[in-house]
């Protein structure tokens, strides 16, 4: 009977090709939607991981206490035998030390005398380590603006936009003046080898990127760091994950409370990251709802729509002795036929649109012009498992229920007023 | 009338007399505290969080409006200069060859990691200057007799609003001191001890300064040797010197 069914759709397109094109529409848009939605959502997420909060961040519990100050007299000493045991631990997850500081970049002139001075939010980070995932997870080298990645110590790297403010240019000599991690004052000379745009206004208002061992030398932190980032394997932030990892490290560490035992804490356990990734879950639970809910309602009404068309068909149908309960299991089957090839098409349109979205991106960086808030200056959507599927929900069960429900009327004609009810 | 007239009269008498006590008692401090020039070698033991760290250094000044100062060791600091000129602070690196000015809230910076803020190091004008004084009582500090002098500044450009002084009644010298903002909160206090008598002068050869808004045990500043009233030639505090 599918196989009759199959080709009666086939061979009357006013049957199939608009429903099909219809439903089609809907799915594409419904998974393109949620794919945008979960993609824009994530991307907050993930820059502000990338920059400050990792997915999981390792600190002392005095650093992490005040974590806003990045106070690095409180940083985690014996770095790299930490470092190890975290490998070692939490295969899984890539670990990166990083130092957060905060100086005055002082520019001399010929004779050594301050010729411009800024203040600067820097960065020290693995920059000449082989192998180190830094620079692709910073997207340095797309954000270079002028000069070139730092190739060898004492070179770094300055916000294009601060760069010109000093009137400095790759190859210059700059003077960083900072504390080291003992409170004394650290004046350290750095080579410019390039300048970056990072697309975010507050970064690229004064930032100095360093290699780590620069900073250390800077700051009298030999084998220290003021915080070891964490990165899950996926390239995504998954909170449920971050926090077992989180709470195992933990549990090692609860026995010992001073204020310099390291602790680990997730994104979501930092500054207001909480809320966001809460927020992101609801938002994009509710978001994908209502236009989920807007589809349906949508093909819903075309199946609808589809079934009353055809009730002069019912007519004759029933006139030539077809059972009811025959016609009715057709429609059904015929609008789940539908509703599986449109959601089918539609759900390889919608990945289809969502995959071009997700590897190019699209750019608003015009729009943030201004904000102080480190917002993703192009917005990609992001496939998850769930766009596989979610397409199905309105394509093909609102679409049969839509049927369903139009084709109740068959139960309700009379055989004896059939004639007339054709004739008129 | 004539009785409350009198008692008026010599309370007023009273306080006069105990204003004048306390700018007398400050004056003979200054005459201690103070010189017309000084060479000083010091060890500075600053009491961190994590260690202790010890500072060496070689300070010529001569009155509150020039001075000089060379670190010693350890060997990341060795080699590092300041200059005092009235009020201007510059510090040479001499890993980076660089003088830099110290201005604005770089002032507020600890010196070298220790409680003592470069702000500190600047405000070398006689107390007497800057604050009114009053004697506010007497107490036993460490065994000897004190009086406890307070403080409030009569300058708006001063870095602590009020002090308190606890000073040896014999020997003229601040045994204590608490240094206050204008909120009436605590930001410092400092023991001086040691007390020896250097060239017919009675001088503190150890301080020790707790900023109580920093964490850490405090920072003791011990003077190894001091020689006043020496000739200290002039180039020693010029820009140019700093690089030598």
Do not use: C
Request: charged share 20%; net charge neutral; glycine share 8%.
């Amino acid at each position: 009977m599918i196989k009759f069914l199959l080709k009666g759709l086939l061979r009357d397109k006013s049957r199939s090709r608009l429903p099909v094109l219809v439903v089609t529409i809907g799915v594409t848009l419904t998974v393109l939607m949620h794919a945008y939605i979960t993609g824009f959502m994530g991307d907050i997420i993930e820059i502000n991981a990338r920059f400050s909060y990792g997915h999981l961040k390792v600190m002392t519990r005095g650093y992490a206490d005040n974590m806003r100050q990045s106070p690095n007299d409180l940083a985690l000493l014996n770095v790299s035998s930490l470092i190890d045991d975290l490998k070692e631990q939490y295969p899984g997850t890539e670990w990166s030390p990083r130092i957060q500081f905060a100086g005055l970049v002082d520019i001399p002139d010929e004779n050594g005398e301050t010729r411009s001075q800024g203040p600067a939010a820097a960065m020290g980070l693995e920059l000449l380590a082989q192998g180190s995932a830094e620079i692709k997870r910073m997207n340095f080298v797309k954000s270079l603006v002028r000069g070139q990645m730092p190739s060898k110590q004492n070179e770094v790297l300055l916000s294009d936009e601060f760069s010109r403010k000093l009137g400095v240019n790759p190859g210059d000599r700059i003077t960083f003046i900072s504390s080291t991690m003992n409170g004394s004052m650290s004046i350290t000379n750095f080579v410019l080898a390039g300048t970056v745009s990072m697309g975010h206004e507050a970064l690229d208002k004064g930032t100095l990127i360093a290699d780590i061992q620069d900073a250390r030398n800077a700051l009298d932190m030999e084998d220290s760091a003021g915080e070891i980032l964490g990165f899950l394997k996926g390239g995504f932030y998954i909170d449920e994950v971050a926090r077992s990892e989180a709470e195992k490290f933990n549990s090692a560490s609860s026995v010992n409370t001073d204020g310099f035992t390291p602790v680990m804490k997730t994104l979501s356990e930092q500054g207001t990251m909480g809320t966001y990734v809460n927020m992101t879950k609801l938002w994009s639970f509710y978001i994908s709802l209502v236009f989920i809910i807007a589809m349906s309602l949508v093909l819903w009404n075309a199946g609808l729509l589809g079934g009353l068309r055809r009730y002069g068909e019912f007519g004759i149908r029933l006139a030539m002795g077809e059972e009811k309960g025959h016609i009715y299991s057709t429609l059904i089957y015929e609008s789940i036929m539908i509703g599986l090839a449109g959601s089918l098409i539609g759900t390889f349109f919608g990945l289809l649109f969502a995959w071009l979205i997700q590897k190019y991106g699209i750019d608003i960086s015009g729009l943030m012009r201004g904000s102080s808030m480190m917002l993703p200056t192009v917005i990609r959507a992001r496939i998850s498992p769930v766009d596989f599927y979610l397409g199905f929900i309105p394509g093909l069960a609102s679409t049969v229920i839509g049927t369903m429900l139009s084709g109740i009327g068959i139960y309700k004609r009379q055989t004896a007023k059939l004639f007339k009810e054709l004739e008129a | 009338m004539k009785k409350i007239i009198t008692i008026f009269i010599s309370a007023y008498s009273l306080l006069s007399a105990s204003a004048q006590n306390a700018d007398e008692i400050l004056s003979r401090v200054e005459k201690n505290m103070s010189s017309d020039n000084r060479i000083f070698e010091s060890s500075m033991i600053i009491h961190g969080i994590r260690n202790d760290r010890t500072i060496t250094s070689k300070t010529y000044s001569v009155g509150d409006k020039r001075s000089f100062t060379e670190y010693l060791s350890p060997a990341r600091e060795q080699g590092t200069k300041m200059l005092k000129l009235e009020n201007q602070l510059w510090i040479y690196s001499p890993s980076t060859d660089r003088t830099i000015q110290i201005s604005g809230h770089m002032l507020r910076q600890s010196v070298m990691g220790s409680d003592l803020s470069y702000e500190d190091m600047m405000d070398d004008r006689k107390i007497s200057e800057v604050y009114s004084a009053e004697i506010a009582g007497s107490e036993i500090v460490d065994g000897r007799s004190t009086w406890i002098l307070s403080l409030t500044a009569k300058v708006n450009n001063v870095a602590y609003y009020s002090r308190k002084m606890w000073i040896d009644k014999e020997r003229f010298v601040p045994l204590q001191e608490e240094l206050y903002a204008r909120s009436g909160q605590l930001l410092k206090r400092t023991t001086l001890s040691d007390v020896r008598l250097v060239e017919s002068r009675w001088f503190p050869m150890k301080i020790k300064y707790k900023d109580l808004l920093k964490q850490g045990g405090g920072t003791e500043f011990i003077i190894t040797s001091v020689k006043f009233n020496q000739s200290i030639p002039d180039y020693i505090f010029t820009k140019a010197a700093l690089k030598q």
